[in-house]
Structure formats: C-alpha cells, structure tokens
C-alpha cells in the first residue's frame, strides 16, 4: 500500500502546548509499519501463493531510473495501441470468414501458426504433445508471465506507486501471476501515465518475442564454437513405434536419402514428400526437380550375373513367390531404364529374389545417377545386370544412408571431432552404413526427430542441448507473443 511518511515540525504556543502539521510532500513516500500478513486462496478450481518479499526491492528500482522507465514505457504505449488496432482487425478478418464474406482460410492458419506454433504443414516432429512438451509449455507461460508483470511493477514504481503483492495461481490447469495495486492510486495518476502501467505487460511481452527470435536467429553463430550447423541432420529421438526403430539411433548422422545429400530436417521432408509425389503419380521418367537433382521410380544396382542365376524364378501377374527376408527384382533393358516394371502386368517376366542388405552395397544403376553422367543409363559392366525392385502399390523403396558417431566402432578410431571429419569415412570405416525402407515414408520420415546441430566433439548430452534451446526459444516466442495479443483485446 503506498502512504506518506509523516514529518511532525512543533512550534511551541505558550506553555507545554505544541501544534502539529502534516505537510504534503511531493516525493511518492512509503508507510513504515509491516503490512498485515497475505492469506493465500485454496479452492477446487483455483489456488495462488502471495509474495510481497519483492516490494520494496522493485519500488526503489523502479523509483531510481524512474526517468529511464517512464521513457521506455512511453514507447509501450504505442506499440500497446498498435497491438489494439490490429488484434481488432484480425477480429474482423475472422468474423468476416465465419461469415464467409472473405475467400479461403490462408489468414488462419497463419495465425494459428505464428501464435500457437500449430503448422498446417508436415513437420519432422514426433506427433502429439509429450511430457516434455508441456514441460517446455510450463516453463516458457512463467517466463512470459513474470516479464509481463515485472514491466507492470516497473511502470507503476516509476510513477511512484507501490504494488501491494504478487501472485502466483492456477486457475483450473493454467498457470499464470499477477501484481496487486492499490485501485485509487492508479485512479488518480494522469491519463498518459496510466497508460504506461496498462501498456507496460504488453511491451513486454512484445520485447521477449523479439529477443527470442533474434536469439534463434543468432543460435548458431552463438553455438558455433560447439557445434556445426546445417552439414547433416542428427538423430534426436526415435520412437518405438517408429518404422525406423531398430534402423536408427539417437546420435547416428544422416547422410543422404535415396543418393541425394540431406543438410537439415527440412530437406529430409522435402525429399521424402518428393519421392512420395512422384510414386503415386507414377512417373517413371527422370523428373528434374530444382534441389534435388534427378529422381526417379527406376532405381537399379548393377549385380554380378552369376548372383542372378541363383535366385531366378517366376513371376505370374505382378505376384511374387519370394520369402518374407527377400525382395524381388527385375532387370532393367540399358537402353530403355524408364519403362515401367509393371508396364505390362499379366506376362511371365524373369525375376529375382534377393536380400536387399546385400544389393545395396553394390554399384548404382538407372536413374540414380542421371545427374551426373549426362544422362546415360548404361553403367554396368557386361558381366553385371542392372536390377531394380519392383515397386508395390502403397509401398515405396528409398534408400537411407546414414553413420554412427557414437557407436562402438567410431569411438575405436580416436576421432576428437566427429563433426570436422568426412561423412564418407565414417561409412568406409564401418561406422555407419545404408538401409532400405519400403513403405509409408512420410510416416517414416515424420517419425523421427531430427537436429541441425552436431557437436564438434563426442558428448552425449551435448547433442540434445541445442534443441532444448531451440524449442524453449519457440515456446517461448509464441507464448509471450499470444499473451501481449490477449491483452490487447479491446
């Protein structure tokens, strides 16, 4: 509660009387006497705990720059009114939509993306909201909070009022805090200078989203001497019911997917959406897509002929008779690469079961690379066949090759920095290797969870400490951002 310290001046008339004044004084005094105790609220659906321990500490803050504060509160003032003008067109967007008086939903899926972080885009993130999801929620809704309450506290001591307490409550399953003042005192302040208390949680809040997206722009300069930045993505988190469980580790390094170099997770999206399009399309020529290079459904590997004469048996109507462990796969004519394999699907056709495990380690044919011999298909020598799988409807062959940085047989080489070495001699030196998948692969990509970052030196923990930083910027970013809008709600 804000008082006035109370001065008495005595001037004697006559004998033992003494006469007492209480002169105004202009500086905002505080009471002497301790405030009587806070009783703290406990029901079903809401709780708080009081603190007034801050008071006096924020007041002689407050009250020392108090120049300073009203200078930059005053800034919040416009950007408070600005935040009023616009949460009240976005309103009249949204109720011109509902009434369907405007075209399309673009607007708000923008919105909800900017201020929830909900993409109507695929992402490469583990679906649905885990413990550490709402961990991170927590933690940025009381950063945002305390800031937006600590800038009401500082406006409200720079113009010589006290808060009375802070709360901390949960409403329902919300958390949240606010500052307790003394209703007649901000009564009596000037208009503008009541806008500055107002307008201070809101300015604010606006500072922290953009702190947190300068500090997300400037991660990776700020982490560069620790980590490397958009070489290769990094395993963070493979789920159990992940397609890649068993494939994949936290830590292993991805490389490439179907031959094509993969720098970050967005890539990796991109391609397995590519790869996706193309199949279901059914496009069977070399389609160049800028990016990426050249890809294709007529992937081959040049296989050594008397390989073949051991696993040739029929094939009756696109059916195969091979085992569960081995793939079937037919031979692809080198001067026709891009006919389909199911061009012609009730002829008996030559095919081959073979393990997929050993195929890929031989030499690529077909379309895979197109894009760097100038178009010419015929890369086998005479004593090898180019085979390519055949492709079942809803299931997709890709290829993944990736390496394991912390595996056993990496640690074995010494290396102090596994992000300065080549990629490629980690696969040569057994440290990592390809794989193929056949299904579902944007399921398989977005099941995954994938990381820029690579630590330049071996460390466990040091692999998860970027993304822990990133996600806490995000949250962080969207929760203030979605509460200064709040409360500019008119």
Same mark, same amino acid.
């Given at each position: ?7 008495r ?17 202009? &500086? ?63 309103? &009249? ?9 405007? $075209? ?5 899926? %923008? !919105? ?10 695929? =992402? ?10 709402a ?28 808060m009375?307490?802070?709360?901390i ?15 007649? %005192?901000?009564q ?5 200078a009541?806008?500055?208390? /107002? ?32 070489e290769? $993505? ?9 397609? &890649? ?23 990796w ?6 790869v ?21 459904n007529?992937k ?10 051991e ?13 569960? /462990? ?9 001067? @026709? ?26 030499r690529? +044919? ?11 298909? +015929?890369?086998?020598?005479? @004593?090898?066949? +180019? ?16 390496? =394991? ?18 990629? =490629?001699?980690?696969?040569? !030196?057994n ?13 398989m ?19 998860? %400490? ?25």
């Amino acid at each position: 509660m804000e008082g006035r310290r109370i001065r008495r001046f005595g001037i004697r008339r006559g004998r033992g009387q003494q006469i007492h004044t209480q002169p105004h004084s202009l &500086l905002p005094l505080r009471t002497t006497h301790r405030p009587p105790p806070l009783s703290n609220t406990v029901s079903c659906c809401y709780c708080d705990y009081k603190i007034s321990s801050l008071n006096d500490l924020l007041f002689r803050l407050g009250r020392r720059r108090a120049g300073i504060f009203k200078a930059w509160f005053s800034i919040g003032v416009g950007f408070g009114l600005t935040a009023l003008l616009a949460v009240s067109m976005i309103l &009249l967007w949204e109720l011109a939509s509902a009434l369907h008086l405007l $075209p399309g939903n673009s607007f708000s899926n %923008l !919105s909800s993306a900017i201020l929830f972080g909900f993409s109507p885009f695929p =992402s490469n993130s583990v679906s649905g909201l885990s413990i550490s999801g709402a961990a991170y929620m927590l933690v940025s809704t009381l950063i945002a909070v305390s800031l937006h309450e600590f800038g009401h506290a500082l406006a409200a001591a720079s113009e010589g009022i006290q808060m009375e307490y802070i709360a901390i409550f949960i409403a329902v399953l919300f958390p949240g805090a606010l500052v307790a003042f003394n209703y007649e %005192l901000l009564q009596a302040l000037p208009g503008f200078a009541a806008l500055r208390v /107002y307008c201070a949680g809101i300015w604010h809040n606006a500072v922290c989203c953009a702190v947190c997206g300068l500090a997300l722009f400037l991660l990776p300069l700020i982490l560069f001497a620790f980590y490397q930045h958009g070489e290769s $993505p990094m395993v963070l988190d493979v789920p159990s019911t992940s397609p &890649l469980s068993g494939y994949l580790s936290p830590g292993d390094v991805i490389i490439s997917l179907d031959g094509v170099r993969i720098h970050s997770s967005q890539e990796w999206m991109e391609m397995a959406t590519l790869v996706n399009i193309l199949a279901h399309e059914n496009l069977n020529s070399s389609s160049y897509n800028e990016g990426f290079g050249r890809v294709s459904n007529a992937k081959g590997y040049c296989v050594p002929n008397p390989v073949l004469e051991e696993s040739k048996i029929g094939l009756i109507e696109n059916q195969s008779s091979c085992p569960d /462990y081995l793939t079937s796969f037919v031979t692809i004519p080198c001067f @026709d690469t891009n006919m389909s394999v199911d061009s012609h699907p009730n002829t008996f056709e030559p095919t081959n079961c073979l393990n997929a495990k050993d195929v890929v380690k031989f030499r690529k +044919c077909g379309d895979w690379v197109t894009a760097t011999t100038n178009g010419s298909n +015929c890369t086998c020598s005479q @004593d090898m066949s +180019c085979l390519s799988p055949i492709q079942i409807p809803g299931f997709i062959w890709i290829e993944v090759t990736y390496y =394991s940085p912390y595996s056993p047989e990496c640690l074995k080489l010494g290396r102090k920095s596994f992000a300065d070495s080549r990629s =490629s001699e980690f696969v040569d !030196s057994n440290c990592g290797g390809t794989f193929v998948f056949v299904g579902d692969i944007i399921s398989m990509a977005s099941s995954v969870q994938l990381t820029a970052y690579q630590p330049r030196w071996a460390s466990k923990f040091g692999i998860y %400490l970027p993304n822990v930083l990133e996600r806490l910027l995000m949250c962080t970013f969207h929760v203030s951002l979605t509460l200064a809008l709040l409360n500019s709600l008119p």
